[in-house]
């Protein structure tokens, strides 16, 4: 028999200073995260994989790297999952098969597979994989709320990414556009390819944690023109101080201010007096006045 994930509704206090709700919160290392940057999923991988991580954290006693799972692993209803992922007005679970087809491929679970005609899912973790994804001191606290909003692999990747970092003193993600442009299935992607996309992953993580962003837009030489990106992520009670983030870089060619709804443009000798306006605008990019 497999244990059966039981649901509640979310507890309405937050532990610490996470801004998560108990109930909806789940983990994910660095290390982990950082060996998905690599690699391309589609959407309904990332679904699958979030929402079995979320489910799977629900029902574990603790959350380090030598926690036990029960042998038998998990199962869930599959109109749980779609409500968890946002996909309940399709009325399919053909997103939820897609899903479990690549994540079968990737080889991370002892288990996985539907069952009473596909409307039921069965799981387990590798207990080295759930290893990996619980250990070590640098880790994501995740939302699962979040994931109804997430589209597309590029959404997906900036959440674990902004997940993993927004919560560090000086909280920055650096990548790169040749992996942004794996994330999209573009192939010699320059950064007008990716420009939009990245944009519009970083709202939706920065309108997911009320976060603001300061973006230099780098070249290193790897590609001609913009080929990295840094990503320091401006949240109350961060370490940043205003020069600090207004600092550019020999590389930096321009910069962006990002919010969870808005974006503007900067020019690299702008920047100080732009994060200064941002600071009066109580970090609202809508609001910058320059």
Same mark, same amino acid.
């Given at each position: ?40 999923? &589609?959407? !309904? *991988?990332? @679904?699958? $994989?979030? %929402? ?36 309940? &007005?399709? !009325? *399919?679970? @053909?997103? $939820?098969? %897609? ?192």
């Amino acid at each position: 028999m497999y244990e059966e994930i039981e649901t509640t509704k979310s507890q309405t206090r937050s532990a610490g200073d996470t801004g998560i709700a108990s109930n909806d919160m789940y983990r994910m290392s660095r290390d982990f995260c950082d060996d998905f940057r690599t690699r391309w999923r &589609s959407a !309904n *991988s990332h @679904r699958m $994989l979030h %929402a079995l991580l979320y489910l799977t954290c629900r029902k574990l006693p603790t959350w380090s790297s030598d926690v036990w799972q029960v042998q038998e692993g998990y199962r869930a209803e599959c109109m749980l999952l779609r409500r968890i992922l946002g996909l309940e &007005s399709r !009325n *399919s679970n @053909r997103d $939820l098969r %897609a899903g479990v087809a690549e994540l079968v491929d990737v080889e991370i679970f002892n288990h996985l597979h539907l069952v009473h005609d596909n409307s039921w899912l069965c799981w387990r973790f590798k207990d080295e994989v759930l290893s990996w994804i619980l250990s070590g001191h640098s880790y994501g606290l995740m939302d699962a709320r979040a994931l109804i909003k997430l589209r597309d692999a590029t959404d997906f990747q900036m959440y674990n990414h902004v997940s993993v970092a927004r919560r560090t003193w000086k909280a920055k993600c650096v990548l790169s556009v040749a992996d942004i442009g794996i994330w999209m299935q573009k192939a010699d992607p320059r950064w007008p390819d990716i420009r939009d996309g990245f944009i519009k992953a970083l709202k939706l993580s920065c309108a997911q944690y009320d976060l603001s962003a300061c973006v230099l837009l780098e070249c290193h030489g790897h590609l001609r023109g913009i080929d990295t990106i840094e990503i320091r992520l401006r949240r109350v009670g961060g370490g940043w101080g205003l020069s600090e983030l207004a600092t550019c870089h020999t590389f930096t060619r321009r910069c962006l201010l990002v919010d969870g709804t808005h974006q503007k443009g900067v020019v690299c000798k702008e920047l100080p007096v732009a994060v200064r306006a941002l600071q009066k605008a109580q970090w609202r990019v809508e609001g910058l006045l320059l």
